[in-house]
């Protein structure tokens, strides 16, 4: 298969480009596309044959559900069956933006959509070439990252590329992502709605909208029998080598390093743009950032910097778990072989 590839400016979308990759997705084709937070993986949530593409493209299980990606509030209530009072203000508040909302469904998804659950997740992202995109195919669009599944997500079009290239019909080049990590994905059957999934949105954020907001506990176990929502269940997220996480001084982070490197193993390190002036020039590092919204930006493609070729393993610093720390964390616990406490 021949991946078409799209290059469109955020302030300049072209209506021809726009219109050819809306048109793939309506004749049932796999088309890759920015947003806010990571490049997702379209394909039309009607049609069951469509969204099965995804699935087949990026190795995905099938028990794992879809987000299903729409243009507007009223495209949104098509989906569902019921809205709680609290979701409107959700909605009025954060979206469009990086904020799922998981919602009684009816009918008008494909079922593999839903991966046989009751409820769906439903998104409006603020992209502006995703929501042309959305606009102009006319239909809600199922759109899990544009990954090999497992594998670190994609902020950039290079990376999907890198992944996807001949397993799927198109690609919008729309250059690098904003938030650099999925969306917040909260469980709204309830009376209090619950995060499944941290992200750009965070819990603090919610709760001056919201009032209470619980955390489901399964954000800390690895398997789910029935997830309600991507990331609950399978290992994400990780790179070509072991991956460690260190908690610790940066003393102790100097000295495993350099423990490592006199064992002989090849050692790649991610850290904050602080830590990293703790270590030698000889030393195989790459910087995420000086604050946790900049490291959650950079994460994947720090993530995804590190080769085979080049190390044997990856030692990284854990962060602040406060506001989109969280989901950093989260992401680099999924990620991670391990996890190593001084």
């Not at 979308?13 to 796999?30: P, Q």
């Not at 990284?316 to 991670?336: D, H, P, S, Y």
Request: proline share 6%; hydrophobic share 40%; net charge negative.
């Amino acid at each position: 298969m021949h991946t078409k590839v799209w290059k469109i400016n955020s302030t300049n979308i072209l209506d021809k480009d726009i219109h050819e990759a809306a048109e793939m997705l309506r004749a049932g084709d796999v088309v890759g596309f920015p947003t806010e937070t990571v490049y997702g993986l379209g394909a039309d949530a009607t049609n069951e044959t469509a969204v099965r593409k995804i699935f087949e493209a990026k190795g995905r299980p099938q028990d794992n559900p879809l987000i299903a990606h729409v243009a507007s509030e009223e495209q949104l209530t098509e989906l569902v069956t019921f809205i709680p009072d609290y979701v409107y203000k959700l909605i009025e508040a954060f979206s469009p933006g990086p904020l799922t909302y998981i919602l009684p469904a009816n009918e008008y998804c494909a079922q593999n959509v839903k991966a046989g659950l009751s409820t769906i997740g439903v998104r409006i992202p603020s992209h502006p070439v995703a929501l042309a995109l959305l606009q102009t195919a006319g239909k809600p669009v199922a759109a899990p990252s544009a990954n090999v599944s497992g594998k670190p997500s994609p902020t950039s079009a290079k990376h999907v590329y890198d992944d996807l290239n001949g397993r799927i019909a198109g690609l919008i080049d729309g250059g690098q992502t904003g938030v650099g990590l999925e969306s917040t994905v909260i469980d709204c059957t309830g009376e209090i709605p619950v995060i499944l999934r941290p992200g750009g949105i965070t819990k603090e954020q919610l709760e001056l909208e919201a009032g209470a907001v619980m955390v489901d506990p399964g954000l800390a176990v690895s398997s789910v029998d029935r997830p309600k929502a991507p990331g609950m269940k399978y290992k994400h997220y990780a790179p070509e080598v072991p991956l460690y996480l260190f908690t610790g001084s940066n003393q102790a982070l100097k000295d495993l390093v350099d423990k490592e490197k006199q064992a002989g193993n090849r050692v790649g390190v991610l850290v904050s743009d602080q830590t990293a002036e703790i270590f030698t020039e000889d030393t195989h590092i790459h910087k995420l950032g000086g604050t946790i919204e900049e490291i959650a930006s950079s994460l994947y493609d720090g993530l995804r910097f590190f080769k085979q070729a080049n190390v044997d393993k990856i030692i990284c610093e854990t962060f602040t778990e406060k506001g989109i720390g969280q989901a950093v964390m989260n992401r680099l616990r999924k990620a991670a072989d391990s996890e190593i406490k001084k």
